[in-house]
């Protein structure tokens, strides 16, 4: 586990980060998260967009605040966010609905643990970061997909419908 400590930073991880390039994003969205739904894909990419946005302030060893500030603001669109989609999935009759928010709500629970034990210990894991892109990446690829899937099956992709029914809830 690489932690950054606010008053230094270990030797190994201003060698490892030093180069800019590296550091500087997270994760790059990737053609192949696009589920084909453009209002739940565009939030998706806004939450890459605020991952490296925490990634990058906890690698330039902003103030501690300042990092917690971005966490919630991660964690607050997040939660709009899987609202949104578990609206829509309960209104679809989405059959594996409770076990979808059921992961929503580990994920939330995670942010918000980490959220506070950073703001007793003053230190941020890499590792947490880390963890939050590899399952969003994997909640996408997989779960999300499957509910797409499922609406394609039962013929309610009506876009223009979808794209109301989410800008009025994000
Ligand atoms: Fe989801």
């Known amino acids: 586990m690489i932690i950054v400590m606010y008053n230094r930073l270990p030797v190994y991880d201003i060698f490892f980060y030093k180069d800019n390039k590296m550091a500087g994003e997270l994760i790059k969205w990737s053609d192949s998260y696009n589920l084909g739904l453009k209002e739940i894909d565009e939030q998706h990419e806004y939450l890459l967009v605020l991952m490296n946005k ?3 302030s906890i690698i330039n060893r902003s103030d501690i605040n300042i990092i917690l500030g971005l966490l919630e603001e991660l964690e607050r669109y997040t939660i709009s966010h899987f609202i949104a989609e578990e609206t829509f999935m309960q209104a679809a009759h989405f059959p594996d609905f409770p076990e ?17 034990r950073a703001s007793q210990t003053g230190n ?12 969003l990446v994997q909640h996408i690829l ?15 992709k009506e876009t223009s419908l979808l794209g109301r029914f989410f800008k009025r809830l994000i």
């Open 142 to 156: 997989v779960s999300d997909k499957s509910y797409v899937d499922y609406m394609e099956k039962m013929k309610s």
């Open 124 to 135: 941020i894991s890499l590792d947490l970061m880390h963890f939050l892109r590899d399952w």
């Open 54 to 56: 925490a990634w990058q």
């Open 100 to 116: 979808h928010k059921q992961e929503h709500q580990k994920f939330v629970s995670y942010i918000i643990k980490e959220k506070e």
